[in-house]
């Protein structure tokens, strides 16, 4: 396990750059960077049997959900580790949302089951881990909060102050009180996620280690969703693996899972990738059917789905690279729709904050329309918890009293 480089995602270019390289991006061609696994020798089936085994294991590492797969991780030692023994998510079997999708194999992989309520988790222990490594003393996002509230988490365990950009306005109360919570400092941004994250690059304090989805450790973190996914279907890979998109880090890190697991004999057929976006801030969707070349960047983005409100995704070509690579789909849901998943999904006994229901209300066009099989294997990621945002249920179940 090691990648002591990052290399220029843009297949072309290829740069190499040292780990503690703190630019993000390539020096050479301004593409983002990402990290180079080194797993080692082991076979298909080693690598298999070692994750299994590690799963009965009590030592620290192996009780991580992401740390488990350390051999595709950057490496650490042990006790350079922050964890909060995230990752360890069931899979649970669609029943009402699979009545409502019209989808008779539908499976759900709830993120938002995570330490802090969200998928976020999963890549904060892994870049805080490095943040630490690298000596900072300040480490900072611009967040629509849950991102916030996880690095805020992860930095306190690690003793490192945390710097969390967030637009007025723009975050639940319960994202902005987690994020307090754990300590975090709050800067409050005039305007939406992309000015806060724009706020937030202008910083030049050397000593601030940042941590949006652009950072590769994160990413790292996050595609060990796919390896977790593939450990408990018995390495027997569904036909769609569908999520929301708003930054697209999620999806690159997916994109980047699958890859790798491809490479290594680990994940064969190729699931497709769906990436289901909210309509008001569809930039991705836009892209791809205006060629997928130019980044159509939504200029006002809007949506109830905070997490998603998003216009100008930084990690869009990774993300065309993983529909590439897995044949898949993007596509938009429209704000009704989406509350109607998620109050189907409730009904379920899973619940969600309104930016993963994108996923189900997304099945549900694909099976209407003929673009997906109803007995296809689906599994859909939920990415935050339903407590992230209950304005929205009040809200919802408000307008239906009141009917
Ligand atoms: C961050 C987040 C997303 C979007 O993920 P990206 O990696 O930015 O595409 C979706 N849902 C929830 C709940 C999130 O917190
Ligand atoms: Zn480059």
Redesign the pocket.
């Known amino acids: 396990m090691s990648p002591s480089v990052l290399r220029c995602s843009e297949a072309g270019c290829g740069t190499e750059v040292p780990r503690d390289y703190r630019g993000y991006s390539c020096p050479v061609c301004g593409n983002l960077l990402q990290a180079v696994p080194n797993p080692g020798r082991l076979s298909a089936e080693e690598l298999k049997q070692l994750w299994r085994e590690r799963r009965t294991s009590n030592a620290l590492l192996d009780t991580s959900g992401v740390w488990r797969f350390r051999e595709y991780l950057p490496e650490c030692q042990a006790d350079e580790v922050v964890t909060l023994a995230e990752g360890n998510i069931p899979l649970l079997a669609g029943i009402k949302t699979a009545v409502y999708a019209g989808a008779r194999d539908l499976w759900f992989k709830h993120l ?1 089951w995570n330490p802090t309520g ?3 988790d999963l890549g904060m222990t892994v870049a805080v881990t490095e943040a630490r490594r690298q000596g900072a003393e300040i480490v900072a996002c611009a967040s ?4 916030a509230a996880s690095m805020a988490a992860y930095a306190s365990r690690a003793n490192l102050r945390a710097r969390v950009y967030l637009p007025k306005g723009g975050a639940s109360m319960q994202k902005l009180a987690q994020a307090l919570d754990f300590g975090a400092e709050p800067h409050y941004v005039d305007g939406n996620f992309d000015d806060a994250l724009r706020v937030l690059m202008a910083e030049t304090d050397a000593g601030i280690y940042f941590l949006n ?1 652009i950072n590769p450790f994160r990413i790292e973190g ?1 595609k060990t969703a796919i390896f977790h996914l593939m450990d408990q279907l018995d390495w027997r890979p569904p036909d769609y693996i569908v999520l ?10 997916f994109g980047k899972a699958i890859e790798e697991l491809a490479a290594a004999g680990l994940m064969n057929p190729v699931p497709r990738l769906v990436i289901v976006q909210a309509r008001g801030s569809n930039a991705l969707v836009r892209t791809v059917e205006s060629g997928g070349s130019e980044l159509q960047v939504v200029t006002d983005p809007q949506t109830m ?1 905070t ?2 409100r ?1 216009g100008n ?1 930084r ?1 869009w070509k990774k993300a065309i690279r993983a529909l590439r690579f897995t044949g898949g789909i993007v596509m938009d849901v429209d704000d009704d729709e989406i509350m109607a998943a998620k109050q189907v999904l409730g009904r379920d006994g899973i619940g969600s ?1 309104p ?2 229901a994108t996923t189900l209300a997304g099945i549900r066009h694909l099976i209407a329309d003929g673009r997906i099989n109803p007995e296809a294997r689906i599994v859909a990621f939920l ?2 918890h339903a407590l ?1 945002d209950t304005d929205s249920i009040l809200k919802a179940a408000g307008r239906s009293d009141a009917a």
């Open positions: 938002g969200s998928f976020k629509t909060g849950n991102t989805s996050q929301p998109g708003g930054n697209l880090g999620n999806s690159a890190a789905a997490a998603i998003i995704p990690s904050e930016a993963s990415t935050g992230k």
